[in-house]
């Protein structure tokens, strides 16, 4: 079985102090992750769980744990979708986030990918509604980053 993993990469002009506050801080992350905020401590091994508020109910729409955190270079964790009946929690339906961010002179790479799909119940509809998703949260990522 091959594999089903999202890459995206994106050139941010900005400080990478500012992208990463963008992607680790809850009132940044909530403005580019549909109104979800991650409840964290950013401790390897720590729950990360996706909170928002939807019909005045908070929800976790994602929950998994940190996998690594290296300050102003790298997030990863893992994911898993709560909300999805057909899902059983465990280990084989987690997906992978990672987000990688090298300095390029001024500005900074941010590179986003998610996976492996392959292994997951509904792995093909899920990797399309992470494409669709990421497609979406990492323009509004970088233009967060880059307000003044």
């Given amino acids: 079985m091959s594999e089903?993993?999202?890459r995206q990469s994106i050139e941010?002009?900005?400080p990478v102090?500012?992208?990463?506050?963008?992607?680790?801080?809850p009132e940044l992350a909530k403005q580019f992750?549909?109104?979800?905020?991650?409840v964290t401590d950013w401790k390897v091994g720590s729950t990360i769980d996706w909170k928002g508020v939807v019909n005045h109910k908070e929800i976790t729409a994602v929950t998994g744990k940190v996998l690594a955190f290296e300050p102003e270079?790298?997030?990863?964790?893992?994911?898993?979708?709560?909300?999805?009946?057909?899902?059983?929690?465990?280990p084989s339906n987690y997906t992978t986030?990672?987000?990688?961010l090298t300095l390029r002179g001024d500005k900074v790479l941010l590179e986003v990918s998610q996976g492996d799909f392959a292994p997951v119940v509904g792995g093909q509809t899920r990797y399309e509604h992470t494409v669709a998703g990421w497609g979406a949260v990492i323009p509004v990522i970088k233009d967060l980053a880059e307000k003044e």
């Fill in 4 to 6: 089903l993993i999202f």
């Fill in 12 to 14: 941010i002009n900005a």
């Fill in 17 to 25: 102090s500012k992208v990463w506050a963008v992607l680790t801080k």
């Fill in 33 to 38: 992750m549909f109104g979800f905020a991650p």
């Fill in 73 to 90: 270079k790298l997030i990863q964790y893992s994911v898993f979708d709560p909300q999805n009946p057909d899902l059983k929690d465990i």
């Fill in 97 to 100: 986030v990672t987000e990688r």
